[in-house]
């Protein structure tokens, strides 16, 4: 699954109306400012996506329709099992599996509650290898929400040599655990993204395949400058780095309506509506610093040829 390894893959944002519906007409906007911005995949249901917000209809229809819009272009990958039971989380996986997304991604907080053993959480995982598409290339996102499940570097090991799972969305922050993770895959076809910008770099020299962040709603072509040119241009793209790494300090604001905003300067979203935060919390002040990290964006664009 070689066609997935590799560079910038935004967790996307769900752009709602004000009654409340998802906005498909500014989703098809999006996947085109995604594609015109250079990235290389699109994750397309997550945490995000508001995923833990949307009805399993609404969450196949997204991945169905991201799919179709990016079309072949770039490859499409979504998660979305959200529900307690095994059983429930079978049929979200089937549904999910069924919109022809290029890769199914696990959320590793739903294997086992936080209080459960590795090897709960690997019987688990088991059984449900033998409810999906053996063809179906799989992944792991180290979601946040409920709680952090990091993958240990063994077990890691041991699911990248099942053969089936090609990709990691790292959250552990933590160059250490993420060169552990590294050694464990070493020489299987998983890849590890980060999700980290201040790591970004520092991960990249040690092996790591790209970035899937939410930073990558804001300027994904800013990354995709970094994936590749890092090697040729060290010192640029170390000045690039220490930029990026501080203007994901932003994250700390009302994500995603944040990022929403920033879609809406774009041309890209009509509104900022959501349904896992208020809008309304949204101040002006955090309007104008979205505003500027924009005006900082375009400007690094420019000297970096973009």
């Not at 997304?101 to 033998?130: G, Q």
């Amino acid at each position: 699954m070689n066609h997935l390894a590799g560079g910038v893959w935004p967790t996307m944002v769900t752009p709602f109306t004000e009654a409340g519906t998802i906005d498909y007409d500014a989703l098809e906007r999006a996947v085109e400012w995604y594609i015109e911005k250079g990235v290389d995949g699109l994750f397309a249901v997550c945490q995000s996506s508001e995923m833990f917000h949307l009805s399993l209809e609404e969450r196949v229809e997204l991945a169905a329709f991201v799919k179709r819009k990016a079309a072949g272009r770039v490859p499409v990958i979504a998660s979305g099992h959200i529900a307690d039971t095994f059983e429930d989380q079978v049929i979200e996986l089937q549904a999910l599996a069924d919109t022809g997304v290029d890769a199914l991604v696990l959320i590793t907080n739903r294997l086992a509650a936080e209080n459960e053993s590795d090897d709960r959480w690997t019987s688990r995982l088991e059984k449900l290898l033998l409810e999906l598409p053996a063809d179906l290339p799989l992944g792991f996102y180290e979601c946040p929400y409920p709680y952090k499940r990091l993958i240990t570097p063994e077990l890691l090991r041991w699911c990248a040599n099942t053969g089936r799972f090609h990709f990691l969305k790292d959250t552990s922050c933590d160059i250490a655990s993420i060169q552990a993770k590294l050694q464990a895959v070493k020489g299987t076809s998983l890849s590890i993204y980060n999700a980290n910008s201040a790591t970004l770099l520092e991960t990249l020299k040690l092996g790591v395949q790209g970035y899937s962040g939410v930073m990558a709603n804001f300027h994904p072509e800013l990354y995709g400058w970094l994936t590749k040119n890092w090697q040729q241009l060290p010192e640029q793209a170390e000045a690039l780095e220490d930029l990026l790494s501080i203007m994901s300090l932003i994250e700390k604001q009302l994500y995603p309506v944040n990022a929403k905003y920033h879609l809406m300067l774009e041309g890209v979203f009509n509104t900022m509506y959501g349904r896992s935060k208020d809008h309304r919390a949204f101040t002006a002040t955090n309007q104008l610093e979205v505003e500027q990290l924009r005006r900082i964006s375009q400007a690094a664009a420019l000297r970096y040829g973009l």
